[in-house]
């Protein structure tokens, strides 16, 4: 391992020394400047994408040196690389090592919602709402805030659940960038198609922003698809008598 190694770093070395002049002698190295120095031999390869190569210097450089500044980055290069490994249970494993045992690094956002992503993709739903609880508050970001109510969103639809999925949504629509809102908003009005009576009448009843003009909308033509046109015309006027300019 150790052998392989200083290949990796010697052959990096030669690639960014090539061009340059050559020192006379070689300086006397730190632990930090040991740790530095491989970290990057890591990062050009990952950049060249050399995949293997970068993740044994990675996965070294993170055993050896568990406590420097870069070690959450290791990680979620590690995690990239697994990705494209196609190798979930590894990648998985790294985030939430990430997520344990460096709680205070910046990529902590990042990783939950890989984390998120992850346990969507395998169905395990009822994992993605038991983790999404415990993370809410460290979202780190509206994005990132915005990014968990959608999946949540997402979640309570795989479970056939459209009024909760309606919350999330909604949520996110909230807190989410003006580039989302279109992407969630097709989500939302996907999904108010899908609501029952029953469940848009409940919904009506909550105190929150829940978009009324289009639960009444929706409530009308629910009356009208059930043939109830006495009530579907009773609430078409509502409607228009509520939101006379709307489109």
């Known amino acids: 391992m150790k052998l392989q190694l200083k290949f990796l770093m010697l052959a990096a070395a030669l690639v960014i020394c090539s061009c340059g002049p050559k020192p006379s002698q070689l300086p006397a190295t730190s632990e930090p400047d040991e740790a530095a120095a491989l970290f990057q031999t890591a990062e050009d390869l990952f950049q060249a994408k050399s995949y293997e190569n970068a993740l044994i210097a990675y996965q070294a450089y993170k055993s050896r040196f568990p406590k420097s500044s870069s070690t959450d980055l290791a990680l979620m290069r590690l995690a990239e690389i697994y ?11 790294t985030y939430q090592r990430l997520v344990t045992e460096y709680p205070d690094s910046r990529f902590v956002a990042d990783a939950v919602l890989e984390i998120l992503g992850i346990y969507y993709k395998e169905g395990e739903f009822k994992e ?3 983790k999404a609880s415990q993370v809410i508050e460290i979202a780190g970001s509206q994005t ?3 990014q968990i109510y959608t999946i949540l969103g997402d979640t309570y639809i795989a479970l056939d659940l459209p009024v909760d999925a309606i919350l999330f949504y909604n949520n996110a629509l909230q807190v989410s960038a003006h580039t989302e809102e279109q992407h969630i908003r097709a989500k939302l009005e996907r999904t108010l198609e ?17 978009p009324r003009d289009r639960l009444l909308y929706q409530l009308a033509l629910s009356a009208y698809n059930l043939e109830n046109f006495e009530e579907a015309a009773k609430l078409l006027i509502e409607f228009i008598q509520t939101y006379p ?3």
């Open 245 to 247: 300019n709307h489109e």
């Open 83 to 93: 990705g494209l490994q196609r190798n979930d249970a590894a990648r998985l494993e």
């Open 194 to 210: 899908q609501l029952g009576q029953e469940d848009i009448l409940t919904l009506l009843t909550m105190p929150n922003e829940i």
């Open 144 to 146: 990132h805030l915005g």
């Open 128 to 130: 993605v709402i038991r």
